[in-house]
């Protein structure tokens, strides 16, 4: 799945926890340097935020129309 | 190695298992005295017997229940952390239970220094628990409908614990308050402004998240929590103004909002993607059908008030919102987060080398289940007691405690196999 803001996207609005969690973290792992991931989500994630604070990502988040949490998080 | 740093926002699980655990027993002791009192109970909801059972019911279970989760969640679904979530979980526990029993034995006796004692140790412990509350979510922008929707109930369990008092003290020492106007007033902060309130912003996240379904749309989930405070606001104006016209216009409004939120839900449950309907799906449908009967109910007494003259209505009212539609969301909700969080507990204690047991090893559809029908038939008496308190109101009772026992044993059962599943844990890790 590809959006507008970027290609490397994690659609976790139908995962169980902790699926969307580990989904992100693996994609993290994977972008390049100033690359950019999206994921979607139907909550705001909490404690990501907090993880990818300490590991100092940062991230910006948009709810959508449709209830859709989008959250862009920069490697 | 990553999944584990999520964890770290989570208080112990004692803090809220040990409002799980307790819980239950209030709605066990509710159903016992229906069993004791029998049919004089229903007669009226002025009734000292009526009065008591419901505030095991409200207060005992569903309160008992909020809290502990709200301690549990605060962190999760809004980023607030709470300073040591143990001690506050010791003190709110306790003040909760003993406050409880006493009011429950202050309208049961109609002691006034019971009553009044109960209602300042009750409202002595909300206040601590508002206060902890407050200072976590300081500085906390409301960022989505949940955050939102967490703050005004909390606004709205400030308004019915604050009633509540005046109500105790007016009761106990005989103050000349229009009791019926206000009793309607609390009932409808409590249900409407707190309990209601708190369960749509909950739903806003556990709704998609455990039964997979759509997310709720944005607008109108920022704007319900506050169409609820504005109206029980306009509600309470009303009852200030003596406006009986103005009461009516906001409780069928009301009742509109809370219809619109049930039935929104159960089209995105139609559309869920979990094939299986577990005991939380199905808990959570017959709440949301009761409540929408429930809030009819409140919608046709607000256009023709001579309908809530009509024998029974109100109690029928009271069981079918309370024990047909929070009761129901509440028990779908603690299987779910207790069969989770005892995951979620192992799983951070076997450190990423021992994997956790899966959450039906916890917790098995099979015994909620049952249980869940247990519930169903007990609700099915409750209905029918109003309509045939002499032949049911006993038997309702009996099944109402028996259902809630069985809550009970069902949540330890899954407490003593998450204790064992964790010994057998240690052994293995201590053997790696």
Request: charged share 10%.
């Amino acid at each position: 799945m590809t959006h507008p803001k970027t290609p490397h996207v994690v659609d976790a609005r139908y995962m169980e926890p902790p699926g969307p969690f580990v989904a992100t973290m693996e994609m993290l792992d994977t972008l390049k340097e100033g690359e950019k991931m999206l994921l979607l989500l139907f909550r705001e994630p909490h404690p990501l935020y907090k993880v990818l604070r300490q590991n100092g990502h940062d991230y910006e988040t948009e709810l959508m129309p449709d209830g859709t949490f989008e959250i862009l998080i920069s490697r | 190695m990553q999944a584990l740093l999520s964890f770290e926002n989570a208080p112990p699980f004692a803090a809220p298992l040990r409002f799980f655990l307790t819980a239950p027993l209030f709605a066990v002791l509710a159903g016992l005295l229906l069993a004791w009192s029998g049919p004089q109970l229903m007669a009226s909801r002025w009734m000292p017997g009526a009065l008591a059972a419901t505030h095991l019911v409200t207060v005992g279970f569903m309160l008992q229940v909020m809290l502990g989760a709200l301690i549990q969640i605060l962190p999760v679904v809004a980023g607030a952390n709470l300073r040591r979530p143990l001690l506050v979980a010791r003190i709110v526990h306790v003040g909760l239970s003993v406050g409880t029993l006493m009011l429950a034995a202050g309208f049961l006796a109609g002691t006034p220094w019971l009553l009044s004692t109960a209602a300042l140790l009750l409202g002595s412990t909300l206040l601590y628990f508002l206060a902890v509350c407050a200072q976590a979510l300081l500085g906390v922008p409301s960022t989505s409908p949940t955050i939102r929707g967490l703050k005004l109930a909390l606004v709205g369990l400030a308004a019915v614990v604050g009633l509540g008092i005046v109500m105790a003290l007016a009761l106990a020492y005989g103050w000349p308050v229009p009791l019926s106007a206000l009793a309607d007033l609390h009932a409808g902060w409590g249900l409407g402004g707190w309990a209601g309130v708190l369960l749509v912003a909950m739903a806003y996240v556990v709704v998609p998240m455990f039964q997979l379904t759509p997310g709720y749309p944005a607008r109108p989930s920022w704007w319900f929590p506050v169409a609820m405070l504005t109206l029980l606001l306009l509600w309470s104006a009303a009852v200030l103004a003596n406006l009986a016209w103005l009461i009516r216009v906001s409780q069928a409004l009301a009742a509109i909002a809370g219809i619109a939120f049930c039935v929104l839900t159960l089209r995105l449950q139609a559309k869920r993607r979990r094939a299986r309907a577990d005991a939380t799906y199905r808990y959570w449908q017959l709440g949301l059908s009761a409540s929408v009967l429930a809030l009819l109910m409140l919608l046709v007494s607000s256009a023709w008030p001579a309908a809530s003259e009509q024998n029974g209505w109100t109690i029928g009212f009271g069981i079918l919102i309370v024990a047909g539609g929070f009761l129901p969301f509440i028990t779908g909700m603690l299987y779910k987060i207790s069969a989770f969080l005892s995951w979620l507990h192992l799983q951070n204690f076997g450190q990423a080398k021992i994997p956790a047991p899966a959450m039906n090893k916890i917790l098995s559809d099979n015994d909620t289940h049952r249980q869940m029908l247990a519930y169903v038939a007990a609700l099915a008496l409750l209905l029918g007691a109003v309509i045939l308190p002499d032949w049911l109101a006993r038997p309702a009772g009996l099944a109402f405690a028996a259902a809630n026992g069985w809550l009970f044993w069902n949540l330890a059962n899954a407490v003593r196999r998450y204790r064992l599943a964790q010994a057998d844990m240690a052994e293995k890790l201590a053997a790696l």
